[in-house]
């Protein structure tokens, strides 16, 4: 992009978990960035502060800092029992955002959307985008994000603005003062030994530098679209003829001998194409998934008819992404690796326990044990059944419309992230706890 065209981003919610790894991500690379908010907890940027609902608010925001592009992360952390919160947030300042965006000529707006907004409680297996979001939502936060998601989409291409939505999962990393929280009150409370459910169940996380990675590419294909240089016949090309690659982060590479790349092994007679054979084998640059066939059933969202019927969604303005790290987890394993660096920065003092496991009807007799509790008291239960059906559910995604359409692909594998996150949190462990 050059510097004529060059866009000034306006981040939402930019002094939050997520919406302050996209800042220093454009900054890295150069962009003019401003952050609307509520509370201002860094200076390195223009700061506009206000309520997110009020569309006067934000549209003079978008006039004094000159946004052409808005980037819109911000909404109350999952898990309050204030609907109307989340309500006022995630829907009207949604709408709030949209209209004065449209109000003050801005191209282009990235919603962060979750996930969870297909989540009812029942297995998430692979899914792609278009599964329908449930008829009864998990909880206020997904039914309220799920309602901002539909307003982004559907004001796609209305008054000059075009908008995509990500859905990331699971979210962790550097700032988190949510899930490393909990966990970390778990660790010192000595009961990582108590788990619920028999941890089959699949389990995305995604690292929050990878999560805002993706918003930088939906908004510089945005940018594609209002050039006209998106080409969807390349893109049909790449999708009918480019396997994707496996996606190795965490495991690594895993080779796989064919025929076109193998070890040569003992033989009786040497290959004619054994040198050919041995370097391609030997090569670390070796790609052979443009080799490989794809095979795509009549139920895939890529399948030839389906995309002759209509191609709409090989668009990016106007669709929905997950996003993810591409590498499903069991469950507890991700938890348990938490609690694993922990015990390694404490020096493997701490005592193991017996492991208790409770099934999943235990967990919820139990926790509805703690939220009665919680209502004669007064208090707030730590352990309710929506964390029981969280815990022991299976929740991943297809994420291939991302990467095919956005280019997307993880930088952070799952255990560097999971190093950066704590390490991030014992050297902050007094402001988060603060």
């Keep these: 992009m050059s510097a004529k065209t060059r866009d000034s981003y306006l981040v939402i919610g930019g002094s939050g978990f997520l919406g302050r790894h996209i800042v220093e991500a454009l900054l890295a690379r150069g962009d003019v960035v401003s952050v609307f908010d509520i509370v201002q907890r860094y200076h390195d940027v223009p700061f506009y502060g206000g309520d997110i609902s009020e569309e006067e608010q934000v549209a003079s925001a978008i006039e004094k800092s000159g946004t052409t592009c808005i980037i819109h992360t911000a909404s109350p952390a999952a898990g309050i029992q204030d609907p109307a919160l989340y309500w006022k947030v995630n829907v009207d300042g949604t709408k709030a955002v949209i209209a004065a965006a449209q109000k003050k000529g801005v191209r282009k707006l990235v919603y962060t959307s979750s996930a969870g907004v297909v989540f009812n409680g029942a297995d998430i297996i692979d899914v792609d985008e278009r599964t329908p979001f449930p008829e009864k939502a998990m909880d206020a936060y997904n039914e309220s994000k799920a309602k901002a998601e539909e307003a982004v989409l559907e004001a796609n291409d209305e008054d000059g603005l075009l908008t995509v939505a990500l859905r990331p999962a699971g979210i962790f990393g550097p700032g988190d ?5 909990g966990l970390c009150q778990v660790y010192e409370r000595n009961q990582t030994h108590f788990q619920i459910g028999d941890n089959t169940n699949l389990f995305d996380w995604t690292y929050v ?11 510089d294909k945005l940018s594609e679209t209002i050039a006209g240089t998106l080409d969807l016949e390349k893109v049909k090309e790449d999708i ?4 994707l690659p496996q996606i ?3 495991t690594g590479q895993n080779r796989v001998p064919t ?3 193998r070890p040569l092994g003992p033989y009786l007679y040497r290959p004619d194409d054994a040198d050919a054979l041995d370097a391609k084998w030997n090569d670390p640059n070796y790609d052979p998934s443009a080799n490989r066939p794809l ?6 969202q890529f399948a030839d008819p389906a995309i002759a019927y209509d191609d709409s969604h090989l668009s990016v303005a106007g669709q929905v992404f997950f996003i993810t790290n591409g590498e499903p987890v069991y469950f507890w394993d991700f938890l348990r690796a938490v609690w694993k660096r922990l015990d390694e920065a404490n020096g493997n003092t701490r005592k193991e326990k017996s492991r208790i496991v409770f099934s999943k009807p235990v967990g919820m007799v139990l926790a509805s044990g703690a939220e009665w509790w919680g209502w004669l008291s007064g208090k707030e239960p730590a352990f309710t059944k929506f964390r029981v059906t969280f815990s022991c559910a299976s929740r991943w995604h297809n994420i291939e419309k991302a990467r095919r359409l956005l280019g997307y692909e993880p930088i952070v ?9 704590v390490d991030w949190y014992l050297k902050n462990q007094t402001t988060t706890k603060a």
């Design 177 to 181: 003062r949510q899930v490393m929280a």
């Design 209 to 219: 530098g990878n999560v805002a990675h993706a918003h930088l590419l939906a908004a």
């Design 240 to 243: 009918a003829t480019r396997a």
């Design 248 to 250: 190795t982060k965490t």
């Design 259 to 261: 025929s076109e790349a």
């Design 295 to 300: 095979r795509r059933n009549k139920f895939d």
């Design 413 to 421: 594998g799952m255990d560097e992230g999971l190093d950066k996150m």
